[in-house]
């Protein structure tokens, strides 16, 4: 283990995200690469524990310290280690049984790791959503009694977990089990509003999702075609606040072809509009936030500066903790909770994706050409690539297209 101090001193660029079990993101070229085996003021006695475990049949030395090692995971799937010289995987936990039965469980009793660090709760969340594993018993009644617990996770914590459990096409597994443990109403309570009100149910094993609400084909059409893009924080907040503005007020598809058009070139809208007009092909009829409509080009563009607008209605209400904590209201049986996770900087960079439509064509804006997303410049914020890729998310699930690899 080495401390944080030796890390910053290793890597110029990295970030230190946690207070009690900080995790360091190191930044490698264009990857990140976490950093959590080094000491903190958190770090648990193990006494307690490593008496509910026997060491290791003849443990050496070298055996004995990855024993100790692995009391200090969270689950048991986390807890192998392997020695690439010798391509020998040491488990000293269980975990190859649990991958084998695909069960996220946690190392020791779940209440007590749960309580110790409330961050491995989405942990298990994000990794049960993310490779189809389902709970043991004991962690999944740990998870139910302690959400309230992650509260007190701080902003950044719960940022970075949140973009994970919404990357590489797992956002709508995600939402199904935050929604089910009862995390959703903490955490994005407008947006659990939003199942209330299409009477999703929480018991049934299938969860019960009626497959007319439409937020489930958006993101899980979002995540499929384009996971990877879903890391960055820009989308997740773009999408949730696109989503909220068209399920308060359905729109004609044409409106949200040319808001998405818009966007795509910097504002332009008679552009927009002029495409928009033409377009044939027949919408995605599962979406009951569409609403078709006879309107002229007048009202068509009318009806899409104020689709911006109410985007960016939803955005600063998504930041506003006095309206989440108003929407905390709906859940009588929720703790009270004005949390807003969404930094400054992110809502400041969001604002100008959708600005552009209601403030008219920016001077020396360039649309993108062609459909191939740069990553690289996705990363670095460039204004030109968030653009057109939340353009993409949004007309490809409107107007439904098969997407070829090349692309994604």
């Known amino acids: 283990m080495v401390s944080k101090v030796k890390v910053r001193r290793t890597f110029s660029r990295c970030e230190i995200v946690g207070r009690r079990f900080p995790i360091c993101h190191v930044h490698v070229d264009n990857e990140v690469v976490e950093v959590s085996s080094f000491h903190t003021s958190g770090i648990r006695s193990e006494r307690g524990l490593s008496l509910s475990f026997e060491k290791p049949v003849d443990c050496d030395e070298k055996d004995h310290f990855r024993w100790r090692n692995c009391l200090h995971r969270d689950f048991t799937i986390n807890g192998l280690m392997f020695d690439p010289y010798s391509k020998f995987v040491y488990d000293y936990m269980g975990g190859v049984d649990d991958i084998r039965k695909a069960k996220v469980r946690t190392i020791g009793p779940a209440s007590f790791s749960l309580i110790e660090d409330c961050a491995r709760i989405l942990r298990a969340i994000r990794i049960a959503a993310r490779l189809g594993f389902r709970f043991g018993r004991e962690t999944a009644l740990s998870i139910k009694n302690l959400s309230s617990s992650v509260l007190r996770l701080d902003r950044g914590r719960l940022l970075m977990e949140m973009n994970y459990m919404l990357a590489y096409g797992s956002a709508e597994a995600s939402l199904r089990l935050l929604w089910k443990f009862g995390f959703l109403e903490i955490l994005l309570p407008v947006q659990a509003a939003y199942f209330v009100r299409y009477g999703f149910r929480r018991r049934d094993k299938s969860l019960c999702f009626p497959t007319s609400i439409s937020y489930w084909p958006l993101i899980g059409h979002a995540t499929v075609a384009y996971g990877k893009i879903l890391c960055t924080g820009f989308s997740k907040v773009a999408i949730l606040a696109f989503h909220k503005a068209i399920s308060d007020q359905p729109r004609d598809p044409l409106v949200v072809a040319a808001f998405g058009l818009g966007i795509h070139n910097g504002g332009d809208l008679s ?18 936030e569409l609403e078709s409509q006879d309107l002229d080009l007048a009202a068509l563009k009318e ?3 104020e689709l911006a607008t109410s985007v960016q209605r939803a955005l600063t209400n998504m930041t506003d903790e006095y309206f989440v904590s108003r929407a905390m209201t709906n859940y009588p049986k929720a703790p009270y909770s004005d949390l807003v996770f969404i930094p400054l900087a992110l809502y400041l960079t969001t604002c100008k994706v959708f600005q552009c439509v209601r403030m008219g064509k920016e001077k020396g804006f360039v649309a993108k050409q062609g459909s191939k997303i740069d990553y690289e410049l996705l990363a670095l914020g460039s204004l030109q690539e968030v653009r057109h890729v939340f353009a993409r998310i949004v007309f490809d699930t409107i107007y439904p297209l098969n997407i070829g690899e090349d692309d994604t």
């Open 271 to 288: 552009e927009a509009l002029s495409i928009a007009k033409r377009i044939s092909t027949q919408h995605d009829g599962s979406f009951h």
């Open 303 to 305: 009806e899409v500066v």
